[in-house]
């Protein structure tokens, strides 16, 4: 598979509005190789016929139960299954992801966050070689390239190595780029602990990470302090 | 089990103490009584006297026997009658004498009479220098017993009436320890009965015994009490499940409806105005999809069917991650968010459900930015004051109407005849009896499920801070000495989108 688009995707509901609203959205949003199934025996079927990349399962059937299912289709194959429900229990979304499902979203939902879940889901498992080749090909910021794969940042003055530390808060940072990620959420991606007792080693390990990335630490462009609360990773552009 | 061991000491000590003063009383009433009757004639001393008196004022003139007027007017007023036998058995002188009275005595007759009775008249006698003088009273006026003790019982009746009281009192003490322990052990299975009743266990009693009434008034009341519970349940389980079941058929109506809205605003072939009605289907799903949320976990929280997920988690690391989320998701531009962390909240965990915790507060800044359109200024001030979190929620804007407050700690109705389906309160006629609280419904249930306390600041009618006020968890890290504080997080909170 080299697009997302390229994926073939069985949508089990039993609602038919909802099914044909499901295949519309999806095929505005690029994806035309669309199968759908109306209950267990339609699905069975279909999974047979059709042999889908990917499945978005509703749990309530009018003929049995999602999540037997699901664990009837795992026998066969490691396809993601995303399910979508009415079912909002926390308890049901924990034994869907329990069992193994790639996701869970519960109705109703925005068709925008639906595809973005479904790309992500397909990305992570199809071609997560070219998208991990693709992220750790670099991040430019500004005259200056993050090699995530080689743990290096180069610049017109020369290459510099980045820390195991360092690396893993710019992993972090990357991964929400444009977002202010937490001291919290940084100590806890970094040391695996809150952030009490680690605030004057974070603070450490952002200044010298400033002095590779940045041109002017003094005055960062990229990684800027939300004060009080965390650090962001400035988007390119915005700046 | 101990207050019960209390009150079975105190039952024996008391106990004690009573036959104590009742000894006590009985002995002083004994002396007091003893010492009136040594007041009275009938004192052997008194007696004595009168007698003796009574004697010596019998004279002997040359016409015969004569008594003092004094002693005349006694015997008349005090005695039956009175004699003089003379040395050889005969009656020489006598006065108000009866018939039956014989008028000679031998020795013997002598003899029983002096200490008993003279034809059933109680006598007294005294010696006089030409016989014996004999003083009768009434008949049944006086009884005599004899009494006879041997010196040596005499001497040892100080150590006997010792002994005679230890006795009583040990006798009194062992007799109160048993029906104190009687009493303790049908006690006992009541206690236990009154503390499984207030556990709302079922109750079976032993129906005898001294409790026996107590017992069986318990088993009726916990039959009853169980009975009632297993009705609330049953009507909280099916209001749950009520709304539970709606909320779920709703659901899939409601992404048809988004899911359209959303493709008509993408929809190039229309105008501007329908995309806007379109936009505005989408938001309006959206606050349904929220209500609909809001109102599922509030009637959880209200009838404890919410799993709490509880785990030590850090109010500093959670309002940080509020302000983030704020920041992150588009915060208004004429909202401002300043945090106020103090240092000693840096590692002071609370034990709670981070994502309840999570959306409380959100609920309060969500408030404060909805119904602040014009903008303003959010606050929040986290402080610890020995072992509570104290968490300020404040605004600069409209604030809490007073009468949100009030509807928001009104009493909520048990009554089936009026109650209101949940969902009902979205009607405009309810609406404008009572407010829209679910979100600070949501709060204070989620900060009582916290064991805390959720204060409003009222100031003219108005609540602009809201306090809550949270216990630490004993998992709290000791700060070290050595480690530098972070700085003051107080700050204004650069908009930094």
Not at chain 1, 74 to 100: E, K, M, V, W, Y
Not at chain 1, 186 to 195: E, K, M, P, S, T
Not at chain 2, 5 to 15: G, H, N, S, T
Request: aromatic share 8%.
């Amino acid at each position: 598979m080299n697009h997302i688009y390229e994926c073939k995707i069985l949508i089990v509901d039993d609602n038919i509005q909802l099914l044909d609203m499901l295949v519309s959205i999806l095929k505005k949003e690029g994806y035309q190789r669309l199968c759908t199934a109306g209950s267990c025996v339609e699905a069975r079927k279909a999974f047979e016929a059709e042999m889908p990349d990917l499945i978005i399962l509703d749990v309530m059937l009018p003929d049995g139960d999602g999540f037997a299912l699901f664990q009837e289709f795992r026998t066969h194959t490691d396809i993601p299954i995303l399910f979508l429900s009415a079912r909002d229990q926390d308890n049901d979304r924990l034994l869907g992801l329990g069992l193994g499902a790639d996701d869970y979203l519960t109705k109703p939902f925005l068709p925008k966050e639906l595809t973005l879940r479904l790309a992500a889901i397909i990305r992570r498992t199809y071609l997560s070689g070219s998208a991990a080749k693709s992220s750790d090909s670099g991040l430019t910021l500004g005259n200056r390239t993050v090699r995530f794969d080689r743990g290096t940042v180069s610049s017109p003055d020369g290459e510099v190595s980045l820390t195991a530390k360092e690396l893993l808060i710019l992993r972090k940072l990357y991964e929400n780029r444009g977002k202010i990620v937490t001291f919290d959420a940084l100590c806890d991606a970094v040391w695996g602990d809150g952030y009490y007792t680690y605030e004057n080693t974070l603070m450490v390990h952002i200044r010298r990470l400033r002095e590779k990335i940045e041109e002017d630490p003094s005055h960062p462009r990229w990684l800027l302090t939300a004060r009080g609360i965390g650090y962001r990773l400035e988007q390119e552009g915005r700046s | 089990m101990k207050d019960l061991l209390k009150i079975c000491r105190r039952y024996i000590i008391m106990a004690v103490l009573t036959v104590c003063l009742v000894l006590a009383v009985n002995i002083i009433f004994f002396f007091v009584y003893v010492v009136r009757e040594k007041m009275h004639k009938a004192d052997p001393y008194y007696y004595n006297w009168r007698t003796e008196r009574l004697a010596d004022s019998l004279t002997l003139g040359e016409d015969g026997y004569t008594l003092s007027e004094d002693a005349a007017r006694k015997i008349d007023d005090s005695y039956a009658f009175a004699m003089l036998i003379n040395q050889q058995g005969q009656v020489v002188w006598s006065r108000n004498l009866p018939e039956e009275i014989p008028l000679s005595y031998s020795l013997t007759d002598i003899a029983s009479m002096t200490r008993w009775y003279l034809k059933d008249y109680p006598v007294k006698v005294w010696e006089h220098s030409d016989g014996l003088f004999v003083v009768a009273e009434e008949k049944s006026s006086i009884a005599k017993y004899d009494l006879e003790f041997s010196m040596s019982t005499l001497n040892a009746l100080p150590s006997y009436l010792g002994a005679y009281i230890l006795c009583n009192l040990l006798m009194v003490f062992f007799l109160s320890l048993f029906f104190g322990v009687r009493l303790y052990k049908s006690l006992k299975a009541v206690a236990g009965g009154i503390e499984n009743l207030h556990h709302m266990k079922p109750l079976n009693l032993p129906e005898h015994g001294t409790t026996a009434t107590l017992a069986r008034k318990l088993n009726d009341a916990s039959i009853l009490l169980f009975r009632q519970k297993l009705a609330l349940e049953k009507r909280d389980n099916a209001r749950t499940e009520w709304i539970s079941g709606v909320s779920h058929d709703i659901r899939t109506p409601l992404s048809l409806i988004m899911g359209h809205a959303d493709s008509l605003e993408k929809n190039p072939s229309l105008g501007e105005d329908e995309k806007k009605e379109a936009a505005s289907i989408r938001e309006n799903s959206l606050q349904i999809r929220n209500l609909i949320s809001d109102l599922n976990l509030t009637s959880k929280l209200e009838y404890d069917s919410y799993p709490l997920r509880l785990a030590p988690c850090s109010p500093a690391a959670l309002i940080r991650s509020l302000a983030a989320w704020h920041m992150n998701n588009e915060l208004p531009d004429n909202c401002q968010l300043d945090i106020n962390i103090s240092p000693e909240m840096e590692g002071v965990t609370v034990m709670g459900d981070a994502d309840l915790l999570s959306r409380a507060f959100r609920n309060l800044t969500g408030n404060s930015i909805r119904h602040n359109p014009e903008g303003c200024l959010i606050r929040i001030d986290a402080s610890l004051k020995k072992d509570l979190v104290l968490l300020r929620f404040s605004d600069t804007g409209r604030g809490i109407p007073v009468s949100v407050i009030k509807t928001l700690y009104r009493p909520a109705s048990r009554k089936p005849s009026t109650e209101k389906n949940p969902l009902s309160s979205s009607d405009k006629g309810q609406n404008a009896a009572s407010p829209h609280v679910m979100g600070l419904r949501i709060v204070k249930q989620i900060i009582e499920a916290h064991q805390g306390q959720l204060e409003f600041e009222l100031q003219k009618d108005v609540c602009h801070c809201v306090k809550i006020t949270l216990h630490t968890s004993s998992s709290r890290a000791p700060l070290p000495d050595d480690t530098p504080h972070p700085p003051d997080a107080s700050q204004r909170l650069p908009r930094t989108r």
